[in-house]
């Protein structure tokens, strides 16, 4: 079955570096487009960034353009989120998140099918 | 950005009773990019209906969707204990993804 594992959370200052990454298993990887999505209990749910299937296309939400990195590697099936110049208001559950189409489907719904389990971060001095 | 705000904040129902949630959108979503999710304490949120009105496999004909243009809407016929949650809907626009606040549906 589909498995979305994210790893790399933990608690880190304001103005420092984080990296998620996200395991993927159990579907063609390299046929879905990735993304990552946060959650904070102020906020709710916040779209974050995508990648397409192939590398080919990335895009953020415009708070963290220039900030982070999406990239993934389609041979080791990994996602991963460089997150630079770290705000307090970056602190959320970031989730991998599977793009429901996939590349020939021939039809966009852009929804998510698939969620890791998520993992925290925290920025705070 | 399209935003998305959801209606009511929180639902107090009984079991079996009917819910209605709406979803009211800046401008207007194409009908194949209106998506209603489900989530419980401690879990990831997991999909229930895309595209407006299709249920995802394995869920109750109970959770209907509905809606065009800017208004949309969630419908839970008659309410089972386990459907007490938090319910988000989110578009797909522009390259572009967004969610609403959410509306809770705590029992009354």
């Known amino acids: 079955q589909v498995q979305l594992v994210e790893s790399g959370g933990g608690v880190v200052q304001p103005g420092r570096s984080l990296r998620l990454s996200c395991a993927a298993s159990g579907f063609s990887f390299s046929s879905h487009g990735m993304h990552w999505v946060r959650q904070t209990p102020g906020k709710g749910l916040e779209w974050v960034a995508n990648?397409?299937?192939?590398?080919?296309?990335?895009?953020?939400v415009d708070s963290v353009r220039g900030r982070f990195t999406i990239t993934r590697d389609n041979s080791k099936n990994t996602v991963d989120l460089q997150m630079n110049s770290l705000r307090a208001e970056d602190t959320a559950m970031y989730f991998c998140?599977?793009?429901?189409?996939?590349f020939g489907s021939g039809t966009y719904f852009g929804f998510f099918d698939h969620w890791g389990q998520g993992t925290l971060v925290t920025v705070s001095s | 950005e399209i935003v998305l705000t959801q209606s009511p904040g929180t639902l107090s129902l009984s079991p079996g009773e009917r819910a209605t949630l709406s979803c009211r959108a800046s401008?207007?979503?194409?009908?194949?990019?209106l998506t209603w999710y489900q989530q419980k304490p401690g879990q990831a949120p997991r999909f229930l209906i895309y595209?407006?009105?299709t249920r995802a496999t394995g869920i109750p004909d109970r959770f209907s969707g509905s809606g065009s243009g800017t208004d949309f809407t969630l419908t839970i016929s008659r309410l089972d204990p386990e459907d007490f949650a938090v319910y988000y809907c989110q578009q797909y626009g522009s390259s572009s993804w967004t969610f609403g606040q959410g509306t809770k549906v705590e029992i009354k």
């Open positions: 990648i397409w299937h192939d590398g080919s296309n990335k895009n953020y």
């Open positions: 595209a407006t009105s």
């Open positions: 998140v599977r793009d429901a189409s996939y």
């Open positions: 401008q207007s979503v194409g009908s194949n990019f």
